[in-house]
Protein backbone atom coordinates (compact mmCIF):
# COMPACT_ATOMS: atom_id res chain seq x y z
CA UNK A 1 0.00 0.00 0.00
CA UNK A 2 1.40 3.42 -1.14
CA UNK A 3 0.68 6.13 1.05
CA UNK A 4 -1.88 8.85 -0.23
CA UNK A 5 -0.76 11.78 2.28
CA UNK A 6 2.90 12.75 3.03
CA UNK A 7 1.72 13.48 7.03
CA UNK A 8 -1.52 13.50 8.46
CA UNK A 9 -2.15 15.17 11.75
CA UNK A 10 -5.12 14.84 13.67
CA UNK A 11 -6.89 17.39 15.65
CA UNK A 12 -7.44 21.34 14.97
CA UNK A 13 -6.49 22.43 18.15
CA UNK A 14 -3.99 25.22 18.64
CA UNK A 15 -1.79 22.44 19.38
CA UNK A 16 -2.18 20.76 15.98
CA UNK A 17 -2.37 24.15 13.97
CA UNK A 18 0.69 25.04 14.79
CA UNK A 19 2.22 21.76 13.88
CA UNK A 20 0.86 21.67 10.93
CA UNK A 21 2.06 24.92 9.82
CA UNK A 22 5.50 24.45 10.92
CA UNK A 23 5.27 21.07 9.18
CA UNK A 24 3.99 22.73 6.13
CA UNK A 25 6.64 25.87 6.17
CA UNK A 26 9.37 23.08 5.92
CA UNK A 27 7.55 21.46 3.20
CA UNK A 28 5.60 18.53 4.41
CA UNK A 29 2.39 18.98 2.71
CA UNK A 30 0.22 17.73 6.01
CA UNK A 31 -2.97 17.36 5.92
CA UNK A 32 -5.04 18.45 9.20
CA UNK A 33 -8.30 16.40 9.77
CA UNK A 34 -10.65 18.18 12.48
CA UNK A 35 -14.15 16.30 13.80
CA UNK A 36 -15.27 19.52 14.56
CA UNK A 37 -17.25 21.72 11.62
CA UNK A 38 -14.64 25.38 12.71
CA UNK A 39 -10.97 24.50 14.39
CA UNK A 40 -9.93 24.81 18.25
CA UNK A 41 -14.07 24.32 19.06
CA UNK A 42 -12.77 22.26 22.11
CA UNK A 43 -9.62 22.57 25.33
CA UNK A 44 -8.15 25.87 22.47
CA UNK A 45 -11.44 27.70 22.86
CA UNK A 46 -12.31 27.20 26.25
CA UNK A 47 -9.47 28.77 28.14
CA UNK A 48 -8.22 31.52 29.90
CA UNK A 49 -5.84 32.94 26.84
CA UNK A 50 -3.39 33.84 28.68
CA UNK A 51 -0.01 33.61 27.95
CA UNK A 52 1.79 32.34 30.43
CA UNK A 53 6.04 33.20 31.49
CA UNK A 54 6.72 30.19 33.17
CA UNK A 55 6.08 30.42 36.78
CA UNK A 56 4.48 27.00 37.68
CA UNK A 57 6.45 24.29 36.28
CA UNK A 58 9.50 21.77 37.07
CA UNK A 59 12.66 23.29 36.10
CA UNK A 60 13.93 21.45 33.11
CA UNK A 61 10.19 19.72 32.55
CA UNK A 62 8.79 20.12 28.97
CA UNK A 63 6.29 22.08 30.00
CA UNK A 64 8.91 24.44 31.54
CA UNK A 65 11.08 24.79 28.40
CA UNK A 66 8.09 24.80 25.87
CA UNK A 67 6.59 27.15 27.72
CA UNK A 68 9.45 29.68 27.62
CA UNK A 69 10.26 29.34 24.39
CA UNK A 70 6.95 29.08 23.37
CA UNK A 71 5.69 32.58 24.98
CA UNK A 72 8.43 34.65 23.23
CA UNK A 73 7.72 32.51 19.59
CA UNK A 74 3.63 33.65 19.98
CA UNK A 75 4.30 37.35 20.67
CA UNK A 76 6.73 37.73 17.67
CA UNK A 77 4.54 35.47 15.75
CA UNK A 78 1.22 37.76 16.69
CA UNK A 79 2.96 40.40 16.08
CA UNK A 80 4.42 39.60 12.57
CA UNK A 81 0.59 38.06 11.63
CA UNK A 82 -1.75 40.96 13.16
CA UNK A 83 -2.89 38.94 16.13
CA UNK A 84 -3.59 40.52 19.04
CA UNK A 85 -1.25 39.86 22.07
CA UNK A 86 -0.90 42.18 25.17
CA UNK A 87 1.91 41.67 27.69
CA UNK A 88 -0.33 43.01 30.38
CA UNK A 89 1.09 41.45 33.59
CA UNK A 90 0.51 39.51 36.48
CA UNK A 91 0.58 39.90 40.09
CA UNK A 92 0.83 36.34 41.60
CA UNK A 93 -0.24 37.56 45.74
CA UNK A 94 0.19 35.88 49.34
CA UNK A 95 -2.38 36.80 51.28
CA UNK A 96 -1.46 35.55 54.56
CA UNK A 97 2.43 35.73 56.23
CA UNK A 98 1.54 31.61 55.84
CA UNK A 99 1.83 31.80 51.91
CA UNK A 100 4.74 34.30 51.75
CA UNK A 101 7.27 30.74 51.68
CA UNK A 102 5.58 29.34 48.84
CA UNK A 103 5.14 32.93 46.62
CA UNK A 104 9.15 33.00 47.40
CA UNK A 105 9.65 29.27 46.32
CA UNK A 106 7.58 29.84 43.24
CA UNK A 107 9.98 32.53 41.98
CA UNK A 108 12.49 30.88 42.29
CA UNK A 109 11.39 28.19 40.17
CA UNK A 110 10.73 30.75 37.58
CA UNK A 111 13.95 32.32 37.92
CA UNK A 112 14.79 28.50 37.11
CA UNK A 113 13.26 28.38 34.15
CA UNK A 114 15.05 31.28 32.99
CA UNK A 115 12.28 33.72 34.08
CA UNK A 116 14.66 36.56 34.80
CA UNK A 117 12.19 39.54 34.83
CA UNK A 118 10.19 39.02 38.26
CA UNK A 119 9.42 41.99 39.85
CA UNK A 120 9.81 41.11 44.24
CA UNK A 121 6.36 43.37 46.10
CA UNK A 122 5.73 44.20 49.36
CA UNK A 123 2.20 45.09 50.07
CA UNK A 124 2.03 48.69 49.01
CA UNK A 125 3.95 48.33 45.69
CA UNK A 126 1.76 45.81 44.98
CA UNK A 127 -1.74 48.35 45.87
CA UNK A 128 0.46 51.51 43.83
CA UNK A 129 0.32 49.12 40.66
CA UNK A 130 -3.27 47.39 42.02
CA UNK A 131 -5.35 49.60 44.46
CA UNK A 132 -8.18 47.06 44.84
CA UNK A 133 -5.65 44.16 45.47
CA UNK A 134 -5.12 43.01 49.59
CA UNK A 135 -2.05 41.21 49.82
CA UNK A 136 0.77 40.94 52.22
CA UNK A 137 3.54 40.24 49.27
CA UNK A 138 2.86 39.80 45.87
CA UNK A 139 5.48 39.36 42.49
CA UNK A 140 4.85 41.27 39.34
CA UNK A 141 5.51 38.97 36.08
CA UNK A 142 5.91 40.97 33.48
CA UNK A 143 6.01 38.96 30.76
CA UNK A 144 2.50 37.05 31.33
CA UNK A 145 -0.17 38.39 29.40
CA UNK A 146 -3.37 37.62 26.92
CA UNK A 147 -4.02 36.57 23.26
CA UNK A 148 -6.87 36.30 20.71
CA UNK A 149 -6.71 32.69 20.64
CA UNK A 150 -9.03 32.29 17.77
CA UNK A 151 -7.37 35.32 15.79
CA UNK A 152 -3.93 33.07 16.46
CA UNK A 153 -5.94 29.77 15.15
CA UNK A 154 -6.98 31.68 12.28
CA UNK A 155 -3.52 33.01 11.47
CA UNK A 156 -1.87 29.68 11.86
CA UNK A 157 -5.02 28.11 8.95
CA UNK A 158 -3.71 30.74 6.56
CA UNK A 159 -0.02 29.24 7.32
CA UNK A 160 -0.42 26.01 6.88
CA UNK A 161 -2.91 26.95 3.26
CA UNK A 162 -0.38 29.14 2.14
CA UNK A 163 2.30 26.62 2.07
CA UNK A 164 0.89 23.84 1.04
CA UNK A 165 -0.98 21.80 3.39
CA UNK A 166 -4.66 21.44 3.36
CA UNK A 167 -7.33 20.98 6.17
CA UNK A 168 -10.33 18.66 6.25
CA UNK A 169 -12.83 19.92 8.84
CA UNK A 170 -15.84 17.93 10.01
CA UNK A 171 -13.40 14.59 9.29
CA UNK A 172 -13.39 12.86 12.39
CA UNK A 173 -10.67 10.40 12.80
CA UNK A 174 -12.56 6.84 13.81
CA UNK A 175 -9.43 4.73 14.55
CA UNK A 176 -5.70 4.61 13.86
CA UNK A 177 -3.42 1.57 12.73
CA UNK A 178 -0.03 0.44 11.63
CA UNK A 179 -0.36 -1.14 8.35
CA UNK A 180 3.51 -2.28 6.72
CA UNK A 181 5.66 0.97 6.52
CA UNK A 182 2.31 3.24 6.65
CA UNK A 183 -0.24 4.20 9.26
CA UNK A 184 -4.28 3.67 7.97
CA UNK A 185 -6.76 6.19 9.31
CA UNK A 186 -10.02 6.06 8.90
CA UNK A 187 -11.83 8.69 8.82
CA UNK A 188 -15.61 9.72 8.45
CA UNK A 189 -16.83 12.45 6.65
CA UNK A 190 -20.99 13.06 6.04
CA UNK A 191 -21.25 9.72 7.37
CA UNK A 192 -19.40 7.99 4.80
CA UNK A 193 -15.96 5.86 5.66
CA UNK A 194 -12.96 6.16 4.04
CA UNK A 195 -9.37 4.97 4.88
CA UNK A 196 -6.27 7.19 4.35
CA UNK A 197 -2.80 5.74 4.20
CA UNK A 198 -0.09 8.06 5.32
CA UNK A 199 3.36 8.32 5.44
CA UNK A 200 3.44 10.00 9.02
CA UNK A 201 1.41 10.40 11.48
CA UNK A 202 1.23 12.81 14.31
CA UNK A 203 -1.65 12.73 16.69
CA UNK A 204 -3.00 15.69 18.71
CA UNK A 205 -6.07 14.86 19.79
CA UNK A 206 -6.85 16.31 22.58
CA UNK A 207 -9.25 14.88 24.88
CA UNK A 208 -9.61 11.66 22.46
CA UNK A 209 -5.76 10.82 21.98
CA UNK A 210 -5.66 8.42 24.45
CA UNK A 211 -8.72 6.08 22.78
CA UNK A 212 -7.26 7.22 19.14
CA UNK A 213 -3.67 6.30 19.47
CA UNK A 214 -4.55 3.16 21.66
CA UNK A 215 -4.82 0.97 18.01
CA UNK A 216 -1.51 1.84 17.22
CA UNK A 217 -0.39 0.00 20.21
CA UNK A 218 -2.43 -3.42 20.73
CA UNK A 219 -0.76 -5.34 22.93
CA UNK A 220 2.51 -3.65 23.41
CA UNK A 221 4.15 -2.27 26.07
CA UNK A 222 4.00 1.25 25.18
CA UNK A 223 0.38 1.67 25.54
CA UNK A 224 -0.53 5.67 25.59
CA UNK A 225 -1.01 7.63 28.77
CA UNK A 226 -4.73 7.57 30.56
CA UNK A 227 -6.30 11.02 29.67
CA UNK A 228 -8.47 12.21 32.67
CA UNK A 229 -11.08 14.75 31.71
CA UNK A 230 -10.83 18.25 34.57
CA UNK A 231 -13.52 20.45 33.42
CA UNK A 232 -12.83 24.19 34.81
CA UNK A 233 -15.74 27.17 35.03
CA UNK A 234 -15.02 30.37 34.65
CA UNK A 235 -17.10 33.59 35.79
CA UNK A 236 -17.48 36.23 34.20
CA UNK A 237 -17.50 39.66 36.19
CA UNK A 238 -20.91 42.13 35.54
CA UNK A 239 -18.89 45.21 34.40
CA UNK A 240 -15.40 46.61 34.09
CA UNK A 241 -13.01 45.40 36.60
CA UNK A 242 -10.99 47.83 38.41
CA UNK A 243 -7.49 46.05 37.32
CA UNK A 244 -5.35 46.74 34.61
CA UNK A 245 -3.23 43.28 35.34
CA UNK A 246 -3.83 39.34 35.87
CA UNK A 247 -4.31 38.80 39.39
CA UNK A 248 -3.70 34.73 40.43
CA UNK A 249 -3.66 33.44 43.89
CA UNK A 250 -0.83 31.31 45.18
CA UNK A 251 -2.13 28.06 43.18
CA UNK A 252 -3.49 24.68 45.09
CA UNK A 253 -2.99 21.55 43.96
CA UNK A 254 -4.39 20.51 40.38
CA UNK A 255 -4.86 24.10 38.77
CA UNK A 256 -3.48 27.71 39.53
CA UNK A 257 -6.54 28.73 41.87
CA UNK A 258 -9.50 31.08 41.14
CA UNK A 259 -7.61 34.00 39.27
CA UNK A 260 -8.73 37.06 37.67
CA UNK A 261 -7.80 37.14 33.74
CA UNK A 262 -8.87 39.83 31.07
CA UNK A 263 -9.29 39.43 27.56
CA UNK A 264 -8.36 41.18 24.81
CA UNK A 265 -11.54 44.09 24.81
CA UNK A 266 -11.17 44.26 28.79
CA UNK A 267 -13.63 41.98 29.93
CA UNK A 268 -12.89 40.21 33.57
CA UNK A 269 -13.24 36.48 33.92
CA UNK A 270 -12.30 34.46 37.23
CA UNK A 271 -11.04 30.45 36.94
CA UNK A 272 -10.80 27.83 36.51
CA UNK A 273 -11.66 25.72 39.17
CA UNK A 274 -10.88 21.59 38.90
CA UNK A 275 -14.02 19.32 38.76
CA UNK A 276 -13.30 15.61 37.58
CA UNK A 277 -15.81 14.14 35.13
CA UNK A 278 -15.87 11.04 33.26
CA UNK A 279 -17.63 12.29 30.50
CA UNK A 280 -16.86 15.72 27.94
CA UNK A 281 -19.40 17.92 29.26
CA UNK A 282 -19.75 21.77 28.75
CA UNK A 283 -22.71 22.21 30.59
CA UNK A 284 -22.38 25.42 33.55
CA UNK A 285 -22.88 22.97 36.71
CA UNK A 286 -23.97 25.32 39.65
CA UNK A 287 -27.97 24.40 40.22
CA UNK A 288 -27.40 25.90 43.86
CA UNK A 289 -25.32 28.58 43.54
CA UNK A 290 -22.71 26.95 45.70
CA UNK A 291 -19.83 27.23 42.89
CA UNK A 292 -20.26 31.10 42.74
CA UNK A 293 -20.41 31.49 46.37
CA UNK A 294 -16.88 29.32 46.25
CA UNK A 295 -15.49 31.62 43.76
CA UNK A 296 -16.99 34.65 45.33
CA UNK A 297 -14.78 33.75 48.91
CA UNK A 298 -11.38 32.86 47.04
CA UNK A 299 -11.87 36.35 45.28
CA UNK A 300 -12.41 38.49 48.15
CA UNK A 301 -9.35 37.02 49.89
CA UNK A 302 -7.52 39.34 47.32
CA UNK A 303 -10.09 41.36 46.24
CA UNK A 304 -12.36 41.93 49.31
CA UNK A 305 -14.33 44.54 47.79
CA UNK A 306 -15.81 42.17 45.17
CA UNK A 307 -19.66 43.53 44.71
CA UNK A 308 -22.50 41.31 45.55
CA UNK A 309 -23.86 39.41 42.65
CA UNK A 310 -21.29 40.56 40.39
CA UNK A 311 -19.80 37.43 39.08
CA UNK A 312 -22.18 36.12 36.41
CA UNK A 313 -21.71 31.97 34.69
CA UNK A 314 -19.39 32.24 31.92
CA UNK A 315 -18.61 28.74 30.34
CA UNK A 316 -16.28 25.86 30.96
CA UNK A 317 -13.82 23.96 29.24
CA UNK A 318 -11.77 20.61 29.26
CA UNK A 319 -8.53 20.01 30.36
CA UNK A 320 -6.96 16.53 29.21
CA UNK A 321 -4.48 15.87 32.33
CA UNK A 322 -2.77 12.68 32.41
CA UNK A 323 -2.45 12.97 36.06
CA UNK A 324 -5.05 11.35 38.87
CA UNK A 325 -6.86 13.48 41.05
CA UNK A 326 -5.08 13.89 43.84
CA UNK A 327 -1.62 13.52 41.89
CA UNK A 328 0.99 16.17 41.15
CA UNK A 329 0.24 17.68 37.64
CA UNK A 330 2.28 15.15 34.94
CA UNK A 331 4.73 17.10 32.29
CA UNK A 332 3.34 17.03 28.48
CA UNK A 333 4.24 13.78 27.12
CA UNK A 334 5.23 13.69 23.57
CA UNK A 335 6.05 10.31 22.28
CA UNK A 336 8.09 9.92 19.06
CA UNK A 337 9.93 6.82 17.84
CA UNK A 338 12.53 7.26 20.80
CA UNK A 339 9.69 6.35 23.24
CA UNK A 340 7.42 3.88 21.41
CA UNK A 341 9.74 2.81 18.48
CA UNK A 342 7.66 3.53 15.59
CA UNK A 343 8.84 5.57 12.67
CA UNK A 344 7.09 8.79 11.33
CA UNK A 345 4.86 8.51 14.51
CA UNK A 346 4.42 11.22 17.27
CA UNK A 347 1.45 10.95 19.90
CA UNK A 348 0.57 14.13 22.10
CA UNK A 349 -1.31 13.19 25.39
CA UNK A 350 -1.95 15.53 28.76
CA UNK A 351 -1.67 18.71 26.40
CA UNK A 352 -2.91 21.26 29.14
CA UNK A 353 -1.97 24.34 30.15
CA UNK A 354 0.61 25.81 29.30
CA UNK A 355 -0.57 24.11 25.91
CA UNK A 356 -1.63 27.47 24.45
CA UNK A 357 1.06 29.50 25.15
CA UNK A 358 3.66 26.37 24.22
CA UNK A 359 1.75 25.98 20.61
CA UNK A 360 4.09 26.56 18.51
CA UNK A 361 7.47 25.58 20.62
CA UNK A 362 5.51 22.41 20.60
CA UNK A 363 5.58 22.67 17.08
CA UNK A 364 9.39 23.11 16.63
CA UNK A 365 9.72 20.31 19.00
CA UNK A 366 7.41 17.54 17.17
CA UNK A 367 8.93 18.35 13.43
CA UNK A 368 12.02 17.49 15.31
CA UNK A 369 11.23 14.25 16.45
CA UNK A 370 10.15 13.17 12.86
CA UNK A 371 13.38 14.58 11.29
CA UNK A 372 15.31 12.74 14.18
Not at 171 to 197: I, K, N
Not at 211 to 230: D, K, M, N, R, W
Request: with cysteine; hydrophobic share 45%; aromatic share 6%.
Amino acid sequence: MSADVETLVVGGGVVGLAIAAELARRGAAPLLVEQHARVGMETSSRNSEVVHAGLYYPPGSLKARLCVEGRERLYRFAAENGVTAKRIGKLVVATSNSEVPALEALAATAARNGVDDLEHLDAAAARALEPEVSCVAAFLSPSTGIVDSHGLMLALEGHIQANGGEIALATRAVSLTRTGEHFAVQLESVGALTTLPAAALIVAAGLRADALAAGLFPGGPCAPPQTHLAKGHYFTLAGRAPFSRLVSPMPPPGGLGVHLTLDTAGAARFGPDVQWIAEASYDFDDPEGERRRTFEREIRRWWPDLPSDALLAGYTGIRPKISRPGEPAADFAIHGPATHGIERLVALFGIESPGLTAALAIARYVAGLLDA
